[in-house]
């Protein structure tokens, strides 16, 4: 027979086990409770079905041979940035390509030429069926390597160039499309004249050659302050000019 100080004992070391069973149980199930979590997935819109009827949905350029070039629209701030290759462009952009809601008109229209380099930019405005309107710019970035001149004198020693005698131009990333590419003489006075290129030499990335002086412009030598020029070349957007003068003479 167990006495009754034994039996508490044991009933009290039970009870104890049990609870702390109790507890782990408890503990447990409360855990995988909490990471057991119904998530629902994201939602996935359609980007273009979404947009306004006065959207600007796509816009390319269409009149460039074997090439794909499209820009990139933000709707929120309503610009439509437009990344052209040097060797891509002219002072037009002839065919735009511009996709727009049905039932939606744009002006100006895609028939309309853009002006490539122009002070101010071209924004179009989008008119949605609904009567809405919506006002996108145009930002056109030409993505063109830095010209490199080599110079034709030096610190030292400043080269002599008759009106007679033509010009070659050395150096790297020329454009020989002279209708992006003009090279000038300019002196510290700010004259300036406008070399005229040999179109009958063989110009390349590397070398470009300008007829003489005397050549391109025979009624108004007696004008040009001779002296000492920079020779100065412009590309599209960029310019590159030597870091040393020449000495020009008649």
């Known amino acids: 027979m167990l006495h009754c100080k034994t039996f508490s004992l044991i009933t009290n070391i039970f009870l104890s086990c049990l609870a702390a069973t109790g507890c782990m149980w408890i503990s447990s199930c409360t855990k995988t409770a909490t990471n057991w979590i119904d998530k629902t997935a994201d939602t996935v819109y359609d980007t273009v079905a979404t947009q306004s009827s006065s959207a600007i949905l796509a816009y390319g350029i269409a009149n460039i041979p074997d090439d794909s070039i499209f820009a990139g629209i933000d ?11 040097y060797y891509s462009t002219r002072y037009f952009i002839d065919e735009p390509k511009i996709a727009i809601p049905a039932g939606a008109t744009i002006t100006p229209g895609a028939d309309s030429l853009i002006d490539v380099f122009a002070k101010t930019p071209t924004v179009y405005t989008v008119k949605g069926k609904d009567g809405s309107t919506s006002a996108y710019t145009l930002h056109i970035v030409v993505q063109q390597p830095g010209i490199t001149l080599s110079e034709l004198s030096t610190a030292t020693t400043t080269r002599t160039v008759r009106s007679t005698a033509a010009i070659t131009i050395a150096g790297d990333n020329f454009i020989p499309d002279f209708s992006a590419t003009k090279v000038f003489i300019v002196n510290d006075a700010g004259y300036r004249l406008e070399l005229i290129p040999n179109t009958s030499f063989f110009n390349t990335s590397k070398q470009i050659s300008l007829r003489a002086i005397k050549t391109s412009y025979p009624g108004i030598l007696d ?19 030597m870091k040393y003068p020449i000495n020009i003479t008649n």
């Open 223 to 241: 004008k040009i302050p001779w002296g000492l020029f920079y020779v100065e070349m412009e590309a599209y957007g960029l310019k590159a000019k």
């Open 75 to 85: 709707h929120q701030n309503k610009l439509v940035t437009l990344y052209l290759p």
